[in-house]
């Protein structure tokens, strides 16, 4: 098996050791069979499926009564970067198999997982505590598709800086600017990084949020 996955971790050795074995007893878990005899063939085959892949990530957060807005961050690259306040957000990962398991942790950085949910190929990852001035690395363990595809990890890095509106690592005096031009408006899709405290509306108070925090710039 560690020919075939040499990344395997005895976990999963372990798990799919017990879920390829042939029932010589009563079903499951018996004192006088253990989970059955060992199929090495049969351990294989499962190995022989495709992990899955990680196709997309993306940082969501509610904007008020507008609904949410998603920036896409890079799997490769230079990584985005969040310019909204460190309230609770999601992150979204979507795969390209529906995915059965996966434990979301914290790889860098200061935040908190609260929660997640895996729905068909998408897993969602509810964070709180997330600290401005960061680099934050979110990832994904013990990833397992509905068709026995297994992968360790998958991760993605998020710059957080608040009101980083134009994206390039600094809060600046021409981030200012672009929130105030549009001071007034609701958040839209093509708007919504200019309402920096995520309540629906780009307004003078996201004006002074982005102000004070001028000359900030990532580590």
């Known amino acids: ?26 079903a499951g878990f018996d004192f006088d069979s253990g989970y059955g005899l060992i199929q090495a063939d049969a351990a294989l085959a499962n190995l022989a499926q495709s992990p899955p892949v990680l196709q997309s990530v993306v940082s969501r957060q509610t904007h008020g009564a507008r609904g949410s807005f998603d920036i896409p961050l890079p799997l490769s690259g230079s990584p985005a ?6 309230g ?5 990962f979507t795969f390209d198999v529906p995915i ?3 434990t979301p942790k914290i790889i860098a950085g200061t935040a908190t997982v609260t929660g997640s949910t895996i729905a068909n190929n998408r897993v969602t990852v509810q964070l709180s505590g997330v600290a401005n001035l960061q680099w934050l690395t979110v990832g994904l363990e013990g990833i397992e598709g509905v068709d026995g595809g297994y992968l360790n990890g998958a991760s993605v890095v998020v710059g957080c800086i608040e009101g980083d509106v134009n994206q390039d690592k600094m809060a600046s005096t021409l981030d200012v600017g672009l929130v105030r031009v549009l001071a ?6 093509a708007s919504f990084r200019r309402d920096i405290n995520a309540d629906g509306l780009i307004s003078t108070l996201d004006v002074g949020l982005v102000r004070v925090r001028a000359g900030n710039i990532l580590p």
């Open 88 to 92: 609770p957000r999601t992150m979204i």
């Open 184 to 189: 007034g408006a609701y958040a839209d899709a």
């Open 1 to 26: 098996m560690l020919e075939a996955r040499a990344k395997l971790s005895p976990g999963r050795i372990r798990e799919v050791l017990q879920a390829t074995t042939l029932e010589v007893g009563p």
């Open 100 to 102: 059965q398991r996966a």
């Open 81 to 86: 970067t969040e310019p909204r306040l460190g």
